[in-house]
């Protein structure tokens, strides 16, 4: 960072032109050593990069197909060279059905999270910056909400949504589809909050007068100021709702009312090998593990970030 | 609300940057189960002066008296509620989005916290041409050199400009606020309490700074402070506010030996002096009571509960005319009119 | 404060009010809703006739208007169609509302005799308009001369569909003030002694302000009125009442031990860990608060049954019971309970049967509360009184637990607040899977059944615990901290 510091400033163009090109990769190598520091969240993304990999690439991983491949004579299997995980209550392929859990229990985790925190952001920018009556209509709004009792409302809602038919989707991806916009309607109103907590402290400080003494328009502001000092809160609130996100639907899909069966999750496999406790009580491990892993990664990103992106920290 | 009296202040002199003529400012306070607007904090409440070009006015008044609110209304930061504001012999409150965009390059503020004045996220040389990148003025390049320019003008290194604001100390990142105040080359700042916020021995290199560089470029300044020896230092002319109202304004040598105000006295009384054979020389007054609440300022001159020459059915209940008595010295009292 | 305490008490009212009118809309509306099995097979209109087909949606209430609906629920229907009120003190029967007979008991698809003069006049439909100068309704016997027998199609208003028997061609039969009706006893029962009664009949009598909907005279009392109503399918037809009290003590008992023991360990570690910054003890705590939080509950769950009851019986070990509340049987050789003698239905027996799910939710609590009381407790520590009460020369002990502690439980009270809806409520979750029988799994056993008036008088309850919930501990806190005041 300093290499440039060091020339002497009798050439005032040069500087000049140095400032200009050398600012925008830093902040990023910044956050990233910063990061690299905090151990356990640098293991946690390695985990998270090896299970999106091998969600992505599930097709070329898996050796069996997760719904199709059925071997009525090799059910409940004893892992073995051909089955490294045995097989399922119906002779399907653990390992293969655990790949393709990851994608879909890891694509809905981020179609939610980037849903609810988007919508989250708007609705706590909008409230925060604005104030007043809108304010205190959608606060009321959202603190309502909040006390509705989150588990059993999004179990009746999946309940009640069960058998519904959307035209030109294939059956078996309703639920997914379903569960998704469950999570999302009772998501977002956590990073609402953040947001508008984080946009009312902001509006608060000189710096954002100070704009405006520039002659900054209020959406310059916003997009100039509010949004790179609000980023940090969300992007950490994101990455630890990643993990919330995956555990909320592999119970769901546990208890029966989220992603049906034979579409494969986490939550929807150890519910089968619940059922099937007495018989091979092994298999509850792998997708549970799979849920715990991910949760815990999660949660550490989330730490390292929270420490890594804030500006007030030295290097 | 009592009447408005017709400003009797404005002396539209050509040299006359800032006319400020009866200028309101309420903030409602809401309550109750509707949140309705139960009371007004009068922060201001009905102030006039004007503000030569190239001089330096100062504000003082206790922490609440108005001052901030005041600076920060003239610049139209904050919504009015009443009165004017003319900069150039442009009404400000009428302007309209473009013209007062354009109008903000000559009008610039400094504030009072360095540390919340700057963007945390934002290196201090991009902070510093944020204005001109607004305004659109010059090429990338040729901004990053002004930068450094003001950077070396406000005393700091060209290299600095790449550094976030936690790596400052608060007397660099002061000066660094005044360095974005100037890159857009305007003619009046409001100094809001720019140096209460520094250690002693900060206070008066910023103060230079502010000094050499009105000198420079021949900026006006409204100057707002707490601490009357460093307004003594730094103004041509002071004036002198008490919950919302101008109580006293005139020039400095005016105002510091021969305040005429009670509560100005009150104020300068409470000035230590450096020579200690001289403290016993003078007497120091003390005041009774607290400050009144802005919510609901007293009848009559507002200064009239802790007054010692208060004078009973009359500054109790009614306000005291804002006049020239002689070289512009205005002073709100009624013992003043009585006298003349 | 009183005032304060009035304002949050009708705000508290009015936050049930609308999380109730939600949950009912939104249950009752969303595609497929609770109604539509009922709904399917009402449409199957080769089996029913028209006339059964509207007696089942007026059994259901589904001929109603949503917010009549939603009202019948909150506050009962016998008042739909009341001629007299009676108010009593005593809240399961303190408000009763008595109907004469009249138009309030015409239900579609019973028989009805109608004794009138025929106008001569058909309405649109070609039925044959009748103006009825008496109505038997249910009748039974001989009917008397010149009456026209039928069977009750729709009720409109005040005006009857009649299919006529013996005739294709239907009857319109409009009634008035001055029509007589004669109902039987079983169907409109007499007015109870009990006294005074008050005329209502000019709101909810069949000629009042709401008379059009007179005709839905029936005996819920409503939610709000403590009548819960009955199940629909975890137990037909049983009070959800009684539901409720069979397994509201299985969830207390299970929620206050994992709440008690929670509590217990978490407030020490979490200061112990705060003061002891960055020590190994930290570092253990932190890692298990994050390991705890990241937990699924359900897999942890079923791992504990996986080693303690499934492995220790293979390996031969005092194996523990996997579910349930007690057991039914004598214990089996070789099982934990076997060794201590436990009889089923003995303390013993019940005590052994709630370690696996209290030991599972007390870790899912602990991690969370310890991790929370760590940081309040730190942030504590940060403060300049505590810096203070140590440059004075305090003993550390003494600066802990009389300066920092104190202050470090007070946002305590917001965990320990909102436990109260659990403890009633159950943890839904983990009562599944040790098949615990309790509130939570009472709600997911609705839940699979459609018995959706247990679901919504479920639901109701929940949203009144956390209001009060909330209540308590806005009080609370001006209670414990003088910062706080309200006016």
């Given amino acids: 960072m300093s290499e440039k510091n060091v020339k002497e400033p009798q050439v005032e163009r040069l500087d000049a032109e140095g400032l200009l090109t050398t600012k925008k990769e830093s902040q990023f190598s910044v956050v990233w050593k910063r990061f690299r520091r905090h151990k356990l969240a640098l293991a946690g993304l390695v985990i998270i990069i090896i299970f999106v990999l091998m969600a992505i690439f599930a097709n070329a991983i898996a050796p069996y197909d997760p719904i199709t491949d059925q071997d009525p004579y090799n059910r409940n299997a004893d892992p073995s060279p051909e089955h490294i995980m045995g097989t399922d209550e119906v002779g399907r392929d653990v390992f293969s059905r655990l790949l393709f859990a990851a994608r879909i229990s890891l694509s809905v985790a981020l179609v939610v999270v980037l849903f609810s925190e988007t919508i989250g952001a708007l609705v706590g920018g909008v409230s925060g910056y604005f104030g007043g009556w809108v304010d205190m209509a959608i606060q009321r709004f959202v603190e309502f909400l909040m006390t509705l009792p989150l588990l059993p409302l999004l179990l009746a809602f999946s309940s009640l949504l069960q058998g519904i038919y959307i035209p030109h989707i294939p059956k078996e991806w309703t639920s997914v589809i379903l569960i998704s916009a469950i999570l999302i309607i009772f998501g977002w109103m956590g990073s609402s909050r953040l947001v508008r907590g984080v946009v009312l402290s902001l509006r608060d400080l000189d710096f954002t007068e100070a704009a405006r003494a520039l002659g900054m328009s209020d959406l310059r502001i916003i997009v100039r100021h509010m949004i790179p000092n609000a980023m940090a809160p969300i992007i950490v609130d994101a990455t630890l709702g990643l993990g919330g996100v995956i555990v909320l639907e592999s119970a769901l899909s546990f208890l029966g009312f989220g992603i049906q069966p034979p579409v494969p999750t986490w939550g929807n496999m150890l519910q089968a090998a619940q059922s099937g406790l007495l018989g091979n009580p092994v298999k509850v491990i792998y997708p549970g593990l799979a849920i715990f892993l991910t949760s815990l990664a999660f949660n550490y990103i989330g730490d390292g970030l929270r420490d890594a992106l804030d500006p007030r920290l030295k290097l | 609300m009592e009447e408005q009296k017709a400003p009797t202040t404005p002396i539209h002199g050509n040299d006359d940057i800032i006319v400020v003529e009866n200028l309101v400012k309420y903030f409602p306070i809401r309550g109750g189960f509707f949140r309705r607007v139960q009371a007004h904090v009068r922060a201001v409440d009905g102030v006039s002066f004007t503000i030569k070009r190239g001089e330096t006015l100062g504000l003082v008044g206790e922490s609440g008296c108005g001052k901030t609110t005041t600076g920060r209304t003239i610049l139209r930061l904050i919504p009015h509620t009443a009165g004017k504001v003319y900069f150039e012999g442009k009404d400000i409150f009428a302007l309209k989005r473009g013209a007062l965009k354009e109008i903000r390059k000559d009008m610039q503020i400094v504030f009072q916290d360095p540390y919340s004045s700057l963007d945390p996220r934002i290196p201090v040389g991009e902070s510093i041409i944020e204005g001109l990148t607004v305004h659109k003025i010059g090429t990338p390049k040729e901004r990053w050199e002004k930068a450094i320019h003001l950077l070396r003008q406000v005393n700091m290194e060209d290299f600095h400009a790449r550094r976030y604001p936690h790596e400052f100390s608060g007397g660099q990142r002061q000066r660094i606020g005044i360095a974005r105040a100037l890159a857009l080359e305007p003619k009046f700042i409001v100094a809001d309490e720019p140096v209460s916020a520094l250690d002693v021995s900060v206070q008066a290199q910023v103060l230079n700074i502010l000094m050499d560089l009105q000198e420079k470029y021949g900026l006006t300044y409204l100057f707002i402070a707490h601490n009357l020896s460093v307004v003594e230092h730094i103004s041509n002319r002071v004036g002198v506010m008490y919950v919302g109202k101008m109580v006293e304004l005139g020039p400095r040598e005016e105002v510091f030996k021969h305040p005429l105000h009670p509560y100005t006295q009150a104020l300068m009384s409470a000035i230590p002096v450096p020579d200690p054979h001289q403290a016993g020389s003078r007497k120091r007054i003390i005041l009774e009571g607290d400050v009144p609440s802005p919510i609901n300022p007293p009848s009559g001159c507002r200064f009239h509960p802790r007054c010692r020459y208060a004078i009973k059915g009359l500054c109790d209940r009614e306000e005291p005319p804002f006049k020239d008595y002689g070289d512009g010295h205005f002073v709100a009292c009624w013992l003043m009119e009585k006298e003349s | ?487």
Avoid at chain 3, 245 to 252: A, D, H, Q, V
């Fill in chain 3, 1 to 487: 404060m009183t005032s304060y305490l009035i304002r949050r008490f009708i705000q508290m009212v009015l936050v049930v009010l609308l999380a109730t009118m939600a949950i009912y809309a939104l249950l009752n509306l969303a595609p497929g809703g609770p109604l539509s099995g009922l709904n399917m097979t009402a449409d199957r209109k080769s089996r029913y006739s028209e006339a059964d087909k509207n007696r089942l949606e007026a059994y259901l209430g589904l001929d109603k208007p949503l917010a009549l609906r939603y009202l019948a629920w909150l506050v009962g229907e016998d008042w739909i169609g009341a001629d007299e009120m009676y108010l009593g003190l005593k809240p399961p029967d303190g408000m009763r509302f008595y109907a004469k007979p009249g138009i309030a008991y015409a239900t579609p698809g019973y028989p009805v005799w109608i004794e009138g003069e025929q106008t001569g006049q058909t309405d649109e439909e070609g039925r044959v308009i009748i103006i009825a100068k008496k109505i038997w309704l249910r009748p039974s016997g001989e009917p008397p001369e010149g009456v026209v027998q039928g069977l009750i199609v729709k009720v409109y208003g005040h005006n009857l569909h009649v299919d006529v028997k013996g005739d294709p061609v239907d009857a319109w039969v409009e009634t008035t003030k001055e029509t007589a009706w004669e109902v039987p006893a079983s169907v409109a029962p007499p007015r109870p002694e009990k006294g005074p009664w008050v005329n209502v009949s000019w709101l909810f009598g069949p000629y009042g302000l709401l008379g059009n909907y007179a005709h839905f005279h029936g005996e819920g009392h409503g939610v709000a009125r403590f009548d819960w109503g009955k199940s629909w399918a975890v137990a037909r037809g049983q009070p959800i009442s009684m539901l409720i009290k069979s397994r509201l003590g299985n969830t207390m008992v299970l929620m206050s031990l994992a709440t008690l023991f929670s509590l217990l360990i978490a407030i020490p570690v979490g200061i112990y860990s705060a003061v002891k910054q960055y020590s190994t003890l930290d570092y253990f705590v932190t890692t298990f608060t994050f390991f705890g939080t990241s937990m699924p509950i359900f897999w942890f769950g079923l791992m504990m049954i996986l080693v303690f009851s499934i492995y220790f019986k293979k390996w031969g070990l005092p194996y523990l019971p996997a579910g349930g509340v007690t057991s039914v049987r004598p214990p089996r050789a070789g099982s934990l309970l076997a060794l201590l003698h436990a009889t089923p239905g003995s303390f013993v027996d019940r005590a052994v049967h709630l370690i696996m799910p209290t030991s599972a939710l007390s870790l899912l609590y602990m991690a969370g509360w310890s991790r929370y009381m760590r940081s309040s407790m730190l942030e504590v520590l940060r403060l300049d009184y505590v810096r203070t009460a140590r440059a004075k020369g305090l003993s550390e002990r003494v600066v802990i637990v009389k300066h920092a502690m104190r202050n470090a439980l007070i946002p305590l009270i917001t965990i320990v607040v909102f436990q109260i809806p659990g403890i009633f409520g159950g943890a839904t979750i983990t009562e599944t899977i040790f098949s615990w029988q309790g509130m939570g799994l009472l709600y997911f056993k609705a839940l699979t059944a459609d018995d959706w008036p247990v679901v919504m008088v479920l639901l109701y309850i929940q949203a009144i615990l956390v209001v009060i919930a909330t209540l308590t501990g806005d009080i609370l806190y001006t209670l414990v901290d003088p910062r706080i005041r309200y006016d």
